[in-house]
């Protein structure tokens, strides 16, 4: 860890105490994982900090990690399926820090973080369309990229890659209308390339 992301660490494990479950660095950009119910105050306090000042939400996304760690000798995922990553700048200070926090299986859900940087509001509502995690408190919380009738959240693992449904628009009845998937479901099956069919040169 780089002698700025080890200080930046240790300020923070001050800062938060147990908020904080865990730091990582990777590409020389450091990775605090917060506690759910801890995302507002930790988000909050390394914004207002004059020491941190993250003012800028760089970006927000949602993460599925169904198939994570299957290699692994104990063939499962070492903690939840469903996590959402939070990518701040300091203008100020000129770093970044990325923050990861776990949701439930069952339910995922957290707090939104649109009050803190109004540049969550769109893309917490892509995770929402696309990973089905919920941002409580959020003003306007629906689908931004799918069709308001879709079914399920195409950025999760589990989701076929042919889609649940099609929609087609239908002339006699003027309107746009869903049917299942006429597609025959296609293998994906990786190319492999012979070296004996070329010449050698």
């Given amino acids: 860890m780089t002698d700025s992301n ?12 147990e908020a904080i479950t865990g730091v990582r660095e990777s590409a020389g950009q450091l990775t605090l994982e917060v506690r759910r119910d801890a995302i507002l105050s930790v988000c909050n306090r390394l914004r207002d900090d004059p020491a941190l000042a993250f003012v800028q939400l760089m970006d927000l996304c949602g993460v599925d990690y169904l198939d994570y760690g299957r290699e692994s000798p104990a063939g499962q995922r070492p903690g ?5 990553v939070y990518h701040l700048l300091s203008l ?15 339910m995922p859900l957290i707090a939104s973080v649109t009050g803190i940087w109004n540049s969550a509001a769109w893309y917490e509502r892509e ?17 931004i990229l799918t069709d308001y009738g879709f079914v399920g959240h195409p950025f999760r693992k589990d989701f ?7 929609m087609r628009y239908d002339p006699e009845k ?13 293998v994906l099956v990786p190319r492999v390339i012979r070296e004996e069919g070329f010449a050698k040169g």
């Fill in 127 to 143: 995770a929402f369309d696309l990973f089905g995690i919920v941002f409580e408190g959020h003003p306007d919380l629906r689908r």
């Fill in 6 to 17: 080890q200080d930046l660490a240790a300020y923070a494990r001050e800062l938060f105490g």
């Fill in 160 to 166: 076929p890659l042919i889609g649940q449904v099609e």
């Fill in 92 to 106: 100020k200070r000129n770093r970044r820090i990325r923050l990861r926090t776990y949701l439930d299986d069952e």
């Fill in 174 to 186: 003027q309107r746009v209308v869903y049917q299942p998937v006429s597609i025959e479901p296609r």
């Fill in 80 to 84: 939840p399926r469903l996590a959402v």
